[in-house]
């Protein structure tokens, strides 16, 4: 229900823009993360995008300034464009959905959202 694409190979300095469609309507339909998981690390959040209760996003601070997560209505799609890529940012990128909107405090928490895409891989060489 939630596929995720747009994962490739990139040069340090380069851009990618990772897309995350919805179909079904079995969660949701208000917010959207981003979470990464390197090779032998936890996965670590990366971006959220509220649209239920106004519209907020969240970012790590390892990615803010440097990606943008953002959402088009018309194509039930979240994206999170990846700019000046590093090799750190090197991971497994998946986009999740909660069951229902979450607080603040929770939208870095892995465990909060029920729903997972399937993951596309990153890989930023130097």
């Known amino acids: 229900q939630l596929q995720a694409c747009g994962g490739g190979l990139v040069q340090a300095g380069g851009s990618l823009r990772l897309s995350c469609t919805a179909s079904g309507r079995t969660f949701s339909d208000s917010a959207r993360a981003w979470f990464r998981q390197a090779a032998g690390k936890e996965r670590e959040f990366v971006a959220h995008i509220n649209w239920g209760w106004g519209s907020t996003t969240n970012y790590a601070d390892s990615v803010r300034g440097r990606f943008t997560i953002s959402r088009d209505n018309a194509k039930n799609t979240v994206y999170l464009r990846m700019n000046s890529l590093e090799p750190e940012d090197t991971a497994v990128y998946y986009c999740?959905?909660?069951?229902?909107?979450?607080?603040?405090?929770?939208?870095?928490?892995?465990?909060?959202?029920?729903?997972w895409g399937q993951g596309t891989q990153v890989t930023v060489s130097s």
């Open positions: 999740a959905a909660p069951n229902s909107p979450l607080p603040p405090v929770a939208v870095t928490t892995d465990t909060r959202y029920a729903y």
